[in-house]
């Protein structure tokens, strides 16, 4: 289920998960899926091309997917085509980073396209997001 897309200079980003409703423990699906107007060149610093990560109902960031993960510290490019999809997918255990089961509730998970502009600045800007429901066991 995609949420709302979010339109950032000739680049469309989205972000989904397999399901609105889950039930406590079970994995979440999630997508990020980047598509362009017209041929776009997308400059990363690190070998990381996009995060995941989900939100509390007070906006505080529970889980994040990049948190322990080492990237290659690389500049990289990449160029999108029109009609082309840029897409990544990770599925999340439903546990927060310091390792605790997430609590029943609704929840925001985000997804970002880490890339910058030519000038290797303004970074990660490229964001979307859709909501979930974890229910009671």
């Known amino acids: 289920v995609l949420g709302p897309p979010v339109t950032v200079g000739p680049l469309t980003i989205q972000v989904g998960t397999d399901k609105k409703t889950y039930q406590s423990g079970e994995p979440v699906a999630m997508t990020i899926i980047i598509t362009t107007s017209e041929p776009t060149s997308l400059y990363y610093r690190t070998s990381q091309r996009f995060d995941f990560s989900v939100i509390d109902a007070d906006g505080r960031t529970l889980w994040r997917w990049s948190t322990d993960?080492?990237?290659l510290q690389e500049l990289g490019q990449q160029t999108i085509e029109p009609g082309a999809e840029l897409v990544y997918r990770e599925v999340w255990g439903q546990m927060e980073s310091g390792g605790r089961r997430m609590p029943p509730g609704l929840y925001v998970v985000t997804g970002k396209s880490t890339h910058c502009d030519e000038s290797y600045d303004n970074c990660g800007g490229a964001v979307a997001s859709?909501?979930?429901?974890?229910?009671?066991p």
Do not use: D, P, Q
Not at 130 to 136: D, G, H, K, R, V
């Open 69 to 71: 993960r080492a990237f």
């Open 130 to 136: 859709t909501s979930i429901e974890i229910l009671s």
